[in-house]
């Protein structure tokens, strides 16, 4: 496997493993995914 | 194709560089020709073993400084020199603003492509300095007893490792794309100064 598509991957499965994570403990503390002003927060964080 | 048929479309397609520089390649291409003959290949089979003349020609323009082109594009020839020069004096007004503008056009789409991978450098910089800061505060909501908090940091540091990963590769893409375009830019023009004199 070419070095890069090793990097890739790495790259890819931390920032999903990440949005799993992060996802499982924003239930875990009580957010509700119906709220769209939870996704406006996250974009306004990500910016 | 016959060896001379090759070497006169190198020729041909060469035309515009300096003829010294000209007649080394052509000697050089003959002799390897040449060489392959004496080992027993046959003249068309020694001329099918040779690289494209497209890519010989490029691999030439990639050699030759481009300084070196225009010298011997702007040498006054035989019989014409006077009426060039008087031509270039008298069209100035128009050649010169025409040449200013296509280098400025080129000049600043190559300064957007360098910004546009700078930042990208600078965002995947900056979410490595994120993920340190995430490090810190993840640790800071585990020590106060803050696990789910905790847990949250833990993916925000995959996510911003995650992205400082993947704006790393695209920036390493883009500044090889932008190379390669660059020097394509450089060949394209070269190549404009040879081959109209066949």
Known sequence: M???????????VFFFAGVIICGVASVLMGFDFTQ??????GGFMLW | MKK???LNELRSRLSGLP?????????????MIDGRMEDGMSEEDAVAGMESVDAIVAQIMSEIPLTRLVQNRVKPKKGHGVLKIVLLICLFPVWFPLFVALAAVLFSLLVAAWAVIISFYITAGSLVIASLACIIATGAYFGIGRIIAGVGGVGAIFVCIGLSILF??????????VVRLTRKMFIGLKKSFVGREA
């Not at chain 1, 769209?36 to 927060?41: Q, R």
């Not at chain 2, 003829?19 to 002799?31: A, K, T, V, Y």
């Open chain 2, 19 to 31: 003829q010294s520089d000209i007649e080394d390649r052509i000697s050089f291409f003959g002799e």
């Open chain 2, 168 to 177: 790393f590769l695209l920036s390493i893409a883009m500044t090889k794309g």
């Open chain 1, 36 to 41: 769209m002003e939870i996704f406006a927060s």
């Open chain 1, 2 to 12: 070419k070095k890069s598509t090793s990097w890739l991957i790495t790259g890819l």
């Open chain 2, 4 to 6: 001379e048929a090759f």
